[in-house]
């Protein structure tokens, strides 16, 4: 009877993907694999290839230049390694360095042409493309892994907007035991993208749900509901979750930074007001973003400076406005004062000392010195990169409220 | 100055995957492409590769035969078809079909290694393999699509299991107007997966969210809360969605078909009641599922008759059962006698005429018959495929509540 259940199972199996790898032979490779001596593996199956490289942020990054306005700018690009055929077509490349503990990303290259890894089933989608992932534990990035602790629920979830002129997507986090106790009112916090990303970005690239769970388990921040909107006002949501079908990035720039998201970001404030229990005051309110999301962070506080008690600037972009598209850009040094003089609870800045836009911080930040304006100022290591934005999160968060 | 800002907006994105893209080279391949005469198109860039093969549902099915318990068995495989390499090094296949109205995953081969398409950002994971993803839209796929009507909102959420001695991580659906609609009271469909599944099967390879949101909004379905547990008892969460890592599907199956999964489900309406808005009666609760969801239903559904209103089988796992492992699955008859005595709304039954398990259901719909048992059998085309199961969710979710 056993043996006759075992071949039903299998069979049941077999109408999914399982037939699909037994009949095409897929070798079921592991990769990546931790090391115990901390190295890290990647295998990739092509029997037929020339030759295949990994590139990733687990590598030693590329220096490369450009020229903007005239002055010479850096991007870290993400460093590549060879692999080396071995048995049975199976390519390897071993770390000859320990990789740190950190989440990463990375993609094959064969013969050319770009591939995530098949033998690992964390694919990362970064607007129009694809990477695999891994976790690298201890240190901070126990923050970013998924532990045995009270998890809050993420939903996706569609508002109405006027400003836009149809239904749009957020994902809201709601921390452990708010379905329970429900009378418990919540502080709310705000994430914002960059120009490359959307309402998924910060939970899939930015693990923000499991830096939320974690700290709140830990006792080192507070439970709060947190949203992530999608930035880009022209867009419904995210690239394969709207009913226009898949939109190129490109095509959907015209509306990320001429003010229309920052105008209407109080019908976002009021919808999440309305339909979660929250404690509806400035003190119990912060946002903060990355890259774009840190400019629009930068506006909205300051065109509403009785909005949010905290907000957090992480490798914002400062700089590229143009004051001529938007009342909302103008007359900033203004807005800046009123800002202050409502004594905000916090204005975080952080930046990596090789981002692009790192002058452009350290600027805002002389201003503030200038005119006597308290702030908080982190500068570290990097570029313009999410292993920055997951610590500016974890060093944000626990500030709040 | 609009020179100046297009600059800096490049440099944002720089920082993004686009630059890997600009760097690396990769060519922006439009594929799939569905064509005006209905024909789709497939494109993958492999410069260097000797031969390109795409395997997918939409294609005609290879069938293959097994032998089980003696008896010959059949399965539908994808069907395969030849790229044939172009300029730039970019292979292309078009159909000499035109693609009928459906949803469709499919892989390519490139010299011997399954890849998915890195120009489709519709990634599907089905356990341990990914395919990319298309919707030929036009009649009943366009019940898959998100159209531009209201949005239910999709939470993954978890729950302490008592039965599993840890949390567990379930999708919930609430209909548009749960969360605005704070009085009202919604009956609750419970949704289950199949052997190679987890809570995240229905709704990404189901298209459930979308299934729902459109029939609701037609008038053909009533608002209701939908549940989507994971099956196997044994773990937490899907893959790359737990505490333990990556678990391989097969080293969890032992909890999947021995009666844990049956006696726990109480606890997980109890947590819906506790926690949602629904009609906490038997009339306003439904309960189905595919393949091992199906084989799970009929037995929660029997020991539990007092539960459950409606229930639907989808090619479910009839037969498969060893009695001896649980109390669950004994006593079979009398069960469904007592069953049928406490006259529930509505036993429904669909299964393809190609299924490995038609045979089972067909004697399983005769006994229902001999017994005057009332019941409503769909019998149709096609195997133990995703493409019925979304059909038979389509066909049961306007006959509740």
């Known amino acids: 009877m056993k043996r006759i259940i075992t071949i039903a199972v299998a069979l049941l199996m077999a109408g999914t993907a399982f037939a699909q790898q037994a009949l095409w032979g897929s070798a079921s490779t592991v990769s990546p694999e931790i090391n115990e001596?901390?190295?890290?593996?990647?295998?990739?199956?092509?029997?037929k290839a020339v030759k295949v490289t990994v590139s990733g942020d687990f590598l030693p990054t590329q220096r490369l230049t450009f020229q903007m306005n005239g002055q010479e700018m850096t991007y870290d690009a993400p460093g590549v390694?060879?692999?080396?055929?071995?048995?049975?077509?199976?390519?390897?490349?071993?770390?000859?360095?320990?990789?740190?503990?950190?989440?990463?990303?990375?993609?094959?290259?064969?013969?050319?042409?770009?591939?995530?890894?098949?033998?690992?089933?964390?694919?990362?989608?970064?607007?129009?493309?694809?990477?695999?992932?891994?976790?690298?534990?201890?240190?901070?990035?126990?923050?970013?892994?998924?532990?045995?602790?009270?998890?809050?629920?993420v939903a996706k979830v569609w508002y109405e907007s006027a400003a836009a002129g149809f239904d749009r997507r957020m994902s809201v986090y709601t921390p452990a035991g708010y379905e329970q106790n429900k009378k418990q009112k919540y502080p709310v916090l705000y994430v914002l993208h960059g120009i490359g990303g959307d309402e998924d970005a910060w939970l899939d690239q930015g693990r923000a749900a499991q830096i939320l769970d974690n700290l709140i388990a830990q006792g080192k921040a507070k439970p709060m509901i947190v949203v992530f909107t999608n930035g880009n006002i022209s867009q419904e949501a995210a690239p394969c979750q709207n009913s226009t079908g898949y939109i190129h990035p490109t095509t959907?720039?015209?509306?990320?930074?001429?003010?229309?998201?920052?105008?209407?970001?109080?019908?976002?404030?009021?919808?999440?007001?309305?339909?979660?229990?929250?404690?509806?005051?400035?003190?119990?309110?912060?946002?903060?973003?990355?890259?774009?999301g840190g400019f629009h962070t930068l506006y909205i506080s300051l065109n509403y400076p009785d909005m949010f008690g905290y907000s957090g600037m992480f490798s914002a972009a400062i700089g590229v406005s143009d004051p001529s598209v938007s009342p909302i850009y103008q007359d900033f040094d203004t807005k800046l004062a009123t800002y202050f003089s409502k004594k905000p609870d916090l204005l975080w800045i952080g930046c990596g000392n090789t981002d692009f836009l790192f002058e452009a911080n350290k600027d805002f930040v002389k201003k503030l010195n200038e005119n006597g304006y308290p702030h908080e100022y982190l500068e570290n290591e990097g570029g313009h990169i999410w292993k920055n934005w997951r610590?500016?999160?974890?060093?944000?968060?626990?500030k709040l409220f």
């Open 252 to 292: 959907a720039l015209p509306q990320t930074m001429e003010g229309t998201f920052e105008t209407s970001f109080p019908e976002v404030v009021k919808f999440i007001d309305s339909n979660y229990r929250t404690i509806a005051k400035k003190q119990s309110r912060a946002i903060c973003g990355l890259s774009m």
């Open 81 to 153: 390694a060879e692999l080396k055929e071995g048995q049975h077509g199976i390519w390897e490349y071993t770390t000859d360095f320990k990789v740190a503990s950190g989440m990463y990303t990375y993609t094959f290259n064969v013969d050319g042409n770009n591939v995530i890894d098949n033998n690992n089933m964390w694919v990362n989608r970064d607007i129009a493309s694809l990477t695999s992932a891994f976790i690298v534990p201890g240190g901070r990035a126990d923050l970013f892994t998924i532990q045995d602790v009270p998890h809050g629920t």
């Open 391 to 398: 610590i500016y999160l974890t060093e944000f968060v626990p």
């Open 37 to 47: 001596d901390g190295t890290v593996t990647f295998r990739y199956h092509a029997p």
